[in-house]
């Protein structure tokens, strides 16, 4: 099993990135997909979470309104959409799931993929 997260790079402030996360083999609809990250020298922050059931959705405040995530089933992938960037939003990028999982970052989520680094500089 492998979770595999994309998408990462660097980015002016005020850009946009879209992440992906995705596997081989297994599909992600029974899971709760989580995107988190951790910045340099702090420690790891939820960011947003879709859930398995219906696709309802929760955000971090640092990002609700800036993030979008989203389920594209047949791609078997789940889309982390960021825009108007700001230079805190620099760290590496996680996805993880969490087996029939809801829409809360405080679960048990028990896979997870190497991150991808988002740089958000001038």
Not at 57 to 77: E, H, L, Q
């Amino acid at each position: 099993v492998q979770l595999q997260a994309s998408g990462g790079g660097s980015v002016q402030p005020g850009g946009s990135l879209r992440l992906s996360c995705t596997t081989s083999g297994w599909p992600l609809d029974r899971f709760a997909i989580g995107w988190f990250r951790q910045a340099p020298g702090k420690e790891r922050e939820g960011v947003s979470v879709i859930s398995s059931d219906d696709d309802s959705t929760y955000y971090a405040d640092s990002v609700k309104g800036r993030f979008t995530i989203s389920r594209d089933k047949p791609k078997n992938t789940v889309y982390l959409q960021m825009a108007s960037l700001k230079p805190e939003d620099t760290a590496v990028y996680f996805c993880a799931t969490a087996l029939y999982g809801t829409a809360r970052l405080d679960q048990d989520f028990g896979i997870w993929g190497p991150g991808t680094l988002v740089t958000v500089s001038s």
